[in-house]
């Protein structure tokens, strides 16, 4: 980035050494990062490419504010990059976790938010954790609808050592732009069967990421590609370890996601991009490639807001017509209750509780605010827009770390203000329902917890205090008790009464 500026400053000094009076023209070099980057190919025969990168995404097609949608950002990246979905020096990449999170997007199993990827032109999406989370048969189908690859070079099946192609998953894609071969590597995170139902995911394993590169490298090499790029599903902290261990290799680009953080900075001879969650932000790099080598011979790059983009009014239709799809769905029952659960009753607070535990087995304990289940669950169908009305708020889960201890300090705590599944009082001691056992005081256990607990929300600062890194999982805190009763099948003959009793009671396996 520093050279146009080098050879502006020597061009201004060649011009007093000699004495001259005329005014020097403006530099026609590079532009700074914040201006549009040039695409056209440069002189020297070098091709430039442009990477669009987010990861993420939790299916926010919307925006979780105004103008911060899908919509608003094509038209960003066409006002400012002059991006077009065809011109195939511009890679539109995702680092994974493209569904789940509102309505709009899981309801639908992610179908909705492929569809904008594809009228966005996206040319890949790495592996992530949540693409497992509606089961394997399901992940295949919406994989299918996409016209871009999802990439795990990493992922394998127990039993054959493959990556499962059979599922739509493939370890590399290679992409022509004409006048370059680009590979594109993906990985996902060696974590995988930690953050999404781990049934999903026990036929496979995850290998690790520099063995993974050393291998497919020479093969997309050997396949064709002049240039190589990976895609994954990896924090930061690990994307540059990543890099720095294989710098031998020649890889261009690194793209991560998962952390919910940003990540704009050249390491080596690559540059490494997290262009962070929920489409509120993106990562860009123009990349000056040398063919021949592979090389990067220069590099733009940042991380912007998505915001001040005119609506695409393609990505907007699409999206409007999922919108009313969710709205149209609102009304269908989903489930029958004979008998009306009072808000703040225990049998309501353990519908919500033991229901996240049902739908994100990973975790010991679930904690919720009682403020926020505010309306009783009514006599009669349940659809769900029930559901939203006793949950109005629009909260996530998070998965978070305490010891014995702590749970114990936070329950005795804020017994009047939250409520626990997963857990119950015997005497003086909080047993796991789980084993039986009394909670240990030094063992950590994984905590489901709502966002807005999580953020110091009310007065629950320590859990924030307790563990700093909590995983937020995108996933919507209705979407298990949605799923749970959906699953029961109820009738009005049969209603979910009985069920509902018996949540949590039973030692779970
Ligand atoms: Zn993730």
Not at 417 to 430: L, P, R, S
Request: aromatic fraction near 8%.
């Amino acid at each position: 980035m520093k050279k146009p500026l080098l050879v502006f400053l020597a061009f201004l000094l060649a011009i007093l050494a000699a004495g001259c009076d005329i005014v020097p023209p403006l530099p026609t070099a590079s532009p700074p990062a914040t201006s549009l980057p040039p695409i056209t190919p440069t002189p020297h025969d070098t091709i430039s490419l442009t990477i669009l990168y987010t990861d993420d995404e939790h299916g926010w097609m919307e925006g979780q504010e105004d103008g911060m949608g899908a919509a608003n950002l094509m038209g960003l990246w066409r006002q400012k990059f002059g991006y077009h979905p065809d011109d195939p020096h511009y890679l539109v990449l995702s680092g994974g976790d493209n569904w789940t999170g509102p309505a709009i997007s899981t309801w639908f199993n992610g179908e909705s938010m492929v569809e904008v990827m594809n009228a966005m032109g996206y040319d890949a999406s790495a592996i992530g954790n949540h693409e497992f989370d509606f089961g394997l048969e399901t992940m295949k189908s919406t994989i299918a609808t996409a016209k871009f690859p999802y990439l795990a070079a990493n992922m394998r099946r127990k039993n054959d050592g493959q990556v499962p192609t059979d599922l739509g998953i493939l370890p590399y894609t290679i992409l022509d732009t004409g006048d370059l071969k680009v590979g594109i590597i993906g990985l996902a995170n060696l974590i995988t069967p930690k953050v999404t139902n781990p049934a999903n995911v026990e036929e496979f394993e995850f290998m690790p990421y520099v063995e993974t590169l050393q291998e497919a490298v020479p093969q997309v090499r050997e396949k064709g590609a002049d240039v190589v790029l990976v895609i994954s599903h990896l924090c930061n902290q690990e994307l540059r370890h990543t890099a720095a261990k294989t710098k031998d290799l020649g890889i261009v680009l690194f793209g991560g996601g998962h952390c919910h953080e940003t990540l704009a900075e050249q390491a080596g001879d690559a540059v490494l991009l997290t262009g962070g969650p929920y489409l509120r932000t993106y990562a860009w790099a123009n990349l000056t490639i040398d063919p021949d080598s592979g090389k990067l011979v220069d590099a733009q790059y940042d991380v912007e807001t998505n915001q001040g983009g005119p609506a695409d009014p393609t990505i907007a239709a699409i999206v409007k017509r999922w919108r009313e799809e969710t709205d149209a769905t609102l009304g269908d029952p989903i489930g029958y209750l004979s008998e009306t659960l009072p808000e703040g009753s225990e049998p309501l607070l353990k519908l919500v509780t033991e229901t996240w535990l049902l739908g994100y087995p990973n975790a010991d304990v679930a904690i919720t605010n009682r403020g926020g289940v505010r309306d009783d669950l009514r006599a009669g169908p349940i659809t769900i827009g029930d559901i939203i009305s006793v949950m109005p708020f629009n909260n996530v889960l998070i998965d978070m770390k305490m010891t014995g201890a702590q749970i114990e300090a936070f329950m005795n705590d804020q017994r009047e203000k939250v409520f626990a599944g997963g857990i119950h009082q015997e005497g003086d001691q909080w047993v796991l329902n789980r084993t039986g056992a009394p909670l240990q005081e030094d063992q950590v256990y994984r905590v489901l917890v709502n966002d807005y607990m999580y953020a110091g929300g009310g007065s629950y600062q320590k859990l924030a205090e307790y563990d700093p890194n909590g995983y937020d999982t995108g996933i919507d805190w209705r979407q298990p008790v949605i799923d749970w009763i959906i699953a029961q099948n109820s009738t009005p003959e049969q209603p979910l009464d009985e069920a509902i009793r018996a949540l949590g009671k039973q030692k779970q396996d």
